[in-house]
């Protein structure tokens, strides 16, 4: 079933949602999420920057994981079928701009792919980084057609098959960015 077409007020309205409960979910767990640890960061210093890697830190829950945002009865009255939204219950980890929140031992690649939505939100804010989640899921039609998931994705792969081989993560964001795929 298509998503249900929303006004520019609606999909305003989304936005600013999406973007407040990220500000939150990163306030709510920012005082018990760490720093990097030296491996991860000598894993990952080949293709992200440090401005990055000591920008983020990560949290393994071990209870609780984020819930979905409190929003979703809203979209469900906009006409969205809960099945079509993204799950956060079943996912392995999710980052609010700076925090990783993980419900397992981050391996290097599940790291890897969040680190790289900690890139997108540093180079496009919170609100930029919100909007184009919407918007990118309202055109694609699902969460994994999500230009900003679909471009973590690329990159996470490509480190997994050469975990040593160096690249830049943020000039891949940044020409994304330019070229408009997000
Ligand atoms: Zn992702």
């Known amino acids: 079933?298509?998503?249900?077409?929303?006004?520019?007020?609606?999909?305003?309205?989304?936005?600013?949602?999406?973007?407040?409960?990220?500000?939150?979910?990163?306030?709510?767990?920012?005082?018990?999420?760490?720093?990097?640890?030296?491996?991860?960061?000598?894993?990952?210093?080949?293709?992200?920057?440090?401005?990055?890697?000591?920008?983020?830190?990560?949290?393994?829950?071990?209870?609780?994981?984020?819930?979905?945002?409190?929003?979703?009865?809203?979209?469900?009255?906009?006409?969205?079928?809960?099945?079509?939204?993204?799950?956060?219950?079943?996912?392995?980890?999710?980052t609010f701009v700076d925090i990783v929140l993980s419900r397992e031992p981050l391996t290097d690649r599940v790291l890897f792919h969040e680190l790289v939505h900690v890139v997108q939100y540093q180079k496009l804010g919170i609100f930029e980084f919100a909007a184009k989640y919407v918007q990118g899921f309202l055109s694609g039609g699902s969460y994994g057609a999500i230009p900003l998931e679909v471009s973590a994705r690329e990159l996470d792969a490509r480190f997994n098959v050469a975990p040593t081989l160096p690249f830049s993560v943020a000039a891949e964001v940044q020409s994304w960015i330019e070229t408009g795929r997000y």
């Open 1 to 94: 079933m298509p998503l249900p077409e929303l006004s520019d007020s609606q999909i305003a309205w989304v936005i600013e949602q999406v973007a407040a409960h990220a500000e939150n979910q990163r306030r709510a767990f920012a005082p018990s999420a760490v720093p990097l640890n030296l491996s991860q960061k000598e894993t990952m210093r080949h293709f992200f920057p440090a401005s990055t890697l000591d920008f983020a830190r990560v949290l393994v829950l071990t209870g609780d994981m984020a819930g979905n945002p409190p929003f979703y009865g809203e979209l469900i009255k906009m006409g969205f079928q809960a099945s079509s939204l993204p799950n956060f219950a079943v996912m392995t980890a999710i």
